[in-house]
């Protein structure tokens, strides 16, 4: 079939066409070295630090949205028909500073400035989408922007006085919107792409019918949604990820909506596509969903790729499987059903053959009976990998637990049941004897690694803990339940 052969976007308002995109290569490289754009930092190189943090429009349904995102991880093929912004894009026409930066200088928000434009970044976005935030919202979007020497506390004031310095209705990035938005509207194209080396392939399909034909063409290539966990293959192992097949621009995969009694999330929607809808329908999960990675990572990331990449301490699939998900996995023409919990067979195997992609994942919304709980165990509160991660649905009827899901992360070489501890609990009267035998059953379940993140013992007295917890949330004996505290 006819393809295109260039990757075409704008950076900083300038239409850029650029051939022989190899799969590897990253936006923050091109940004540095090829456009000598040097404000954009590399630091950790991991998504982790914020320093790379650049801004990237792309039309949706609703219209042009700009969304902070890594650079250091982000591939460069990904944003074609996308608008680039780096902190040079800033400047106003008479040299004067942006509202977000004289908010920084003048509350004292910078030292040594390698994390500065990075911050910058990240409160621009914030900035348009919030012109008043409140500290907690400052806080959040700040998960992502790690600061070693000023200390969050002037950055924060900045952040709440920017809309001092200036509206974001006269900004740059509002004024020119129409002007933008025509311009994206003129690189979309119903063509495939493939550029870069042979040995180092970029492909972006056409259409979700496109994706399946490509792996077909192509079974081994590597599926790349939001790159954030790809993306370290790359700038921490070194590897060659071509032919590597770039999925984030189909919205087709994006989809993210109730049907009935479920929710239908397409494999390509990022955390903060699903947030609103799961804050919601699942309420429950909303201080869960903050604590996935920083705000960089949430734009970028999909609850898809958390499921194929089959990691044993992924933040999704334990509340996923508690509430009874299932996957649609296609290959070619052909879709088959099958319950999360099945998908995920040992360490790094999991049930997709080659040239199958996970298309769609559906969520059963609990039901009134239903008790519902996530929880997340790290070292750092935010943006922090789970050393214990557990999803629970328990159905409680006159008093009886008639039915218990219990999922943990980070207990074992896969996301897995807690099975023995969901009998000791199923056809038991809700209380709290019931859950302390659910909570010396875990060791019939699980018999965790000890690693960096934490040890063995501590993982199992978490998870324990974990159950006694959710008793304490959801007693409704008493007068007051006890509720800890999520902010």
Not at 34 to 43: P, V
Not at 237 to 249: C, K, M, Y
Not at 265 to 292: F, K, M, N, V
Not at 341 to 361: L, N, P
Request: contains cysteine; glycine residues 8%; hydrophobic residues 40%.
């Amino acid at each position: 079939m006819a393809h295109r052969t260039t990757i075409d976007f704008i950076l900083n308002g300038k239409n850029v066409s650029v051939d022989e995109v190899g799969a590897s290569q990253t936006l923050l490289d091109y940004i540095r070295l090829d456009k000598r754009l040097t404000g954009t930092k590399e630091g950790c190189a991991e998504g982790d630090c914020g320093a790379c943090t650049v801004l990237v429009g792309r039309l949706t349904e609703t219209g042009l949205a700009y969304m902070p995102v890594n650079a250091c991880i982000r591939f460069l093929a990904s944003v074609d028909g996308c608008h680039v912004v780096t902190v040079e894009y800033l400047a106003g026409s008479d040299g004067r500073l942006h509202p977000v930066q004289q908010a920084m200088v003048e509350h004292h928000g910078s030292q040594c400035g390698f994390c500065t434009p990075g911050f910058v970044m990240s409160l621009y976005a914030l900035w348009m989408e919030t012109p008043e935030p409140t500290e907690a919202q400052v806080e959040t979007a700040l998960q992502g922007n790690l600061c070693r020497c000023t200390g969050y506390e002037p950055i924060i004031k900045a952040a709440v006085a920017v809309s001092r310095y200036g509206a974001p209705g006269s900004d740059t990035l509002i004024t020119e919107r129409n002007d933008i938005t025509t311009r994206l509207k003129a690189l979309e194209s119903d063509q495939r792409v493939v550029c870069g080396p042979a040995d180092n392939l970029s492909i972006l399909p056409a259409t979700v019918d496109d994706l399946a034909a490509c792996l077909l063409e192509y079974p081994d290539a590597t599926i790349v949604a939001g790159a954030t966990d790809v993306g370290l293959w790359v700038t921490k192992f070194l590897r060659n990820i071509g032919p590597a097949i770039f999925t984030g621009h189909l919205d087709e995969l994006k989809s993210v909506k109730r049907q009935g009694e479920f929710l239908l999330i397409g494999a390509g929607a990022s955390y903060t596509d699903c947030q609103s809808i799961l804050s919601e329908h699942l309420p429950y999960l909303a201080p869960y969903w903050d604590r996935i990675a920083g705000w960089q990572v949430r734009n970028m990331g999909t609850v898809g790729g958390n499921i194929a990449n089959g990691s044993p301490i992924g933040d999704t699939p334990p509340v996923l499987i508690a509430l009874g998900a299932e996957i649609t996995l296609r290959h070619g023409s052909e879709r088959r059903n099958l319950p999360l919990q099945d998908f995920f067979i040992d360490y790094g195997k999991q049930d997709r053959a080659a040239g199958e992609f996970v298309e769609s994942i559906r969520v059963p919304l609990p039901g009134s009976d239903d008790l519902n709980a996530a929880y997340k165990i790290s070292k750092r509160r935010d943006e922090d990998i789970s050393s214990v991660a557990v999803g629970i649905q328990v159905t409680v009827t006159d008093g009886t637990i008639s039915k218990a899901c219990i999922a943990f992360g980070g207990m074992a070489a896969t996301p897995k049941r807690a099975t023995a501890a969901e009998d000791a609990l199923t056809g038991q009267p809700w209380s709290a004897e019931s859950f302390r035998a659910a909570a010396a059953a875990l060791p019939d379940d699980f018999a965790p690694l000890s690693d960096w993140r934490a040890s063995s013992d501590y993982r199992m007295l978490s998870a324990q803990n974990l159950l006694h917890r959710f008793f304490l949330e959801h007693d409704a004996a008493t007068d007051t339940p006890i509720q800890l505290a999520t902010a």
